[in-house]
């Protein structure tokens, strides 16, 4: 970078110019990646057909990622971040008054989401080969969960074990409703997963 430093605004241009090319073309990858997995299973995918629906080169493919998987992990990594946006979860050092109103707002949220982004999620919730993928979303999720229940004043059942037991439930609400062409409108989902899961919940942590 040494010998950029006459002509910084130059050279920072040209590395946002190739930063923006990056991003572009990771985006047009996985957008290919998700539609072609709609169609016709993950499984049944190659590195060509994502290439191809992308219009970007075979070889090009390979300055990104090693294979499949990690596009498809990269993806499911950068929509998570996404959706952590969206919902606005408490911070970990932020008090929270009132938890199953969070959780109560975080459904609508999450639900709307869902409602937003079908496509997505379709394939990472109901192809059951895409299991690995969702590894590291649950992981996060289950933290992020454990900071909101680590407040209560009582724990007769474990942060952990309550924080696991929203998410999985709270998935598999999930993947019903996308099974089921989503019946009912995310405001409703919202209170079903309040009162189906959150509630029972943290009247087992507190027994209020």
């Given at each position: 970078?040494?010998h950029?430093?006459?002509?910084?605004?130059?050279?920072?241009?040209?590395?946002?110019?190739?930063?923006?090319?990056?991003?572009?073309?990771?985006?047009?990858?996985?957008?290919?990646?998700?539609?072609?997995?709609?169609?016709?299973g993950?499984?049944?995918?190659?590195?060509?057909?994502?290439?191809?629906?992308?219009?970007?080169?075979?070889?090009?493919?390979?300055?990104?990622?090693?294979?499949?998987?990690?596009?498809?992990?990269?993806?499911?990594?950068?929509?998570?971040?996404?959706?952590?946006?969206?919902?606005?979860?408490p911070?970990?050092?932020?008090?929270?008054?009132?938890?199953?109103?969070?959780?109560?707002n975080?459904?609508?949220?999450?639900?709307?989401?869902?409602?937003?982004?079908?496509?997505?999620?379709?394939?990472?919730?109901?192809?059951?080969?895409?299991?690995?993928?969702?590894?590291?979303?649950?992981?996060?999720?289950?933290?992020?969960?454990?900071?909101?229940?680590?407040?209560?004043?009582?724990?007769r059942?474990?942060?952990?074990?309550?924080?696991?037991?929203?998410?999985?439930?709270?998935?598999?609400?999930?993947?019903?409703?996308?099974?089921?062409?989503?019946?009912?409108p995310?405001?409703?989902?919202?209170?079903?997963?309040?009162?189906?899961?959150?509630?029972p919940?943290?009247?087992?942590?507190?027994?209020?």
């Amino acid at each position: 970078m040494a010998h950029c430093l006459p002509y910084r605004t130059e050279c920072a241009n040209k590395i946002m110019s190739k930063d923006r090319r990056i991003r572009r073309t990771q985006k047009l990858l996985g957008e290919a990646l998700i539609a072609i997995a709609l169609e016709k299973g993950y499984k049944n995918i190659t590195i060509q057909d994502v290439t191809d629906r992308a219009d970007i080169g075979y070889r090009t493919y390979f300055r990104h990622y090693a294979g499949l998987d990690e596009l498809l992990v990269d993806v499911a990594q950068g929509r998570l971040n996404e959706l952590y946006d969206n919902l606005k979860l408490p911070q970990a050092d932020e008090e929270v008054a009132d938890p199953v109103s969070v959780f109560r707002n975080t459904g609508e949220t999450l639900f709307r989401i869902i409602q937003e982004n079908q496509n997505i999620f379709r394939v990472f919730l109901l192809d059951d080969g895409l299991q690995f993928a969702l590894v590291p979303v649950m992981k996060g999720a289950r933290s992020r969960t454990e900071t909101i229940l680590s407040v209560l004043p009582q724990k007769r059942i474990s942060t952990p074990i309550a924080a696991n037991h929203i998410i999985a439930s709270a998935l598999s609400l999930m993947r019903w409703w996308l099974e089921n062409d989503m019946p009912y409108p995310p405001e409703r989902m919202g209170k079903i997963f309040t009162d189906l899961i959150v509630q029972p919940t943290w009247l087992a942590l507190t027994e209020e």
